[in-house]
């Protein structure tokens, strides 16, 4: 599974800067609002240094790393989700993604233009969660009025378990909080929920764009940030932009690196943001390697090993058997996977197993 995520923000609060740092792909980016007018998409690689060190032992003719797919949209403005601005027009292209990279300003800087005409990122945030919470209001009362009378009649019982879904979202949205607030404990009224793509449901990761002095210690934009978003199901990142593009221009690892000490960083920013929404999203990462392909698979805390199959193929899932594991100190201590059979490191898993991350697995199936 490929870790979906869409950016989202004010206009001139640095985006397009961020999306262009994190992809391949070349946003425009200009300092003037709704300058990204189709959404752009990039695809990134996730650095895992456990991936490399598995190629350098099996010498493999592909190494494929787990992916992000970034979307940038256009920048919202208050009035969005009505059809002001671009906003409304691009919600749809970010309704599906797995989390929400909401970058504010926390910035000064008089030659980039603020669209409310001052820097304040907390009421940037407001503006961006009242938005998304008016736009899921409305997705919410048009699935009421299609599962009202079927609920009410008794018939369907899913239809029930979802309207009383509809209503406890309602009256938090009507409040002002977020879909996110609502706690669902049953499985199954998670599973409906989900099937909802509610925007403020999504987690979010918000991205603090700083200057250059404040991409270590931050500054008190950032601590207000903070404070806002305390309780939330949420985390914060200070991010640097401008000095992310730079680095991302240089062209070896030795050039970045120099670079990311000379600004007392350890790692890029661009590094740190895919790790959070990792962390965010509670994902792990497992490995198939051999001298065919080495390859590194994203699955979510606490999967069995036959879901974790079935990333690879449906198939693995529906015929598995069991699950060859060995643990990566194990592989890279010893070698080989010979060396790991010989040492007796291989352990044989069935359906109960709860894949760990880091695991090298190989797949038993009959379909």
């Known amino acids: 599974m490929a870790l979906q995520c869409g950016i989202i923000g004010l206009p001139n609060v640095g985006k397009s800067t961020l999306f262009n740092c994190l992809s391949s792909a070349k946003a425009q980016a200009a300092n ?69 990279l909401h970058v504010l300003r926390c910035f000064d800087d008089p030659n980039v233009t603020h669209v409310d005409g001052s820097v304040n990122p907390v009421r940037d945030k407001e503006i961006i969660d009242m938005e998304l919470q008016i736009k899921d209001l409305e997705t919410i009362e048009n699935r009421i009025a299609k599962v009202q009378k079927q609920a009410q009649t008794g018939g369907d019982k899913n239809a029930k378990r979802l309207y009383d879904i509809l209503i406890r979202y309602k009256a938090a949205l009507e409040q002002g909080r977020s879909a996110r607030t609502v706690v669902l404990d049953n499985k199954e009224d998670v599973k409906l929920a989900a099937e909802l793509f509610l925007l403020t449901d999504k987690p979010v990761l918000y991205i603090c764009n700083v200057d250059e002095a404040s991409a270590v210690t931050g500054n008190t934009y950032v601590e207000a940030v903070r404070k806002a978003v305390e309780g939330e199901h949420a985390e914060c990142l200070i991010v640097a932009s401008k000095l992310e593009s730079e680095i991302a221009e240089l062209e070896t690892w030795e050039e970045r690196q120099m670079f990311l000490e000379e600004a007392g960083l350890d790692q890029s920013g661009m590094v740190r943001l895919i790790r959070s929404a990792y962390h965010l999203l509670d994902l792990q990462t497992y490995f198939t390697t051999g001298p065919d392909e080495t390859r590194a698979w994203t699955f979510v805390r606490g ?36 060396a790991c059979r010989d040492a007796g490191k291989i352990s044989i898993e069935g359906r109960d197993y709860v894949t760990q991350d880091g695991d090298i697995m190989h797949f038993r199936f009959n379909v």
């Open 303 to 338: 999967t069995k090993a036959p879901q974790a199959a079935g990333i690879i193929h449906s198939d693995f899932e529906k015929g598995f058997i069991r699950a060859e594991v060995i643990k990566y100190a194990d592989y890279t201590a010893l070698g080989s996977e010979a």
């Open 32 to 100: 003037f609002p709704f300058c990204t007018i189709e959404p752009n998409v990039g695809v990134i690689t996730v650095p895992d240094e456990r991936l490399q060190r598995l190629a350098e032992i099996d010498h493999p003719k592909k190494v494929i790393p787990a992916t992000v797919e970034i979307v940038d949209i256009a920048g919202l403005v208050k009035g969005a989700s009505k059809g002001e601005g671009l906003g409304n027009k691009f919600l749809a292209n970010i309704r599906e993604t797995d989390a929400l």
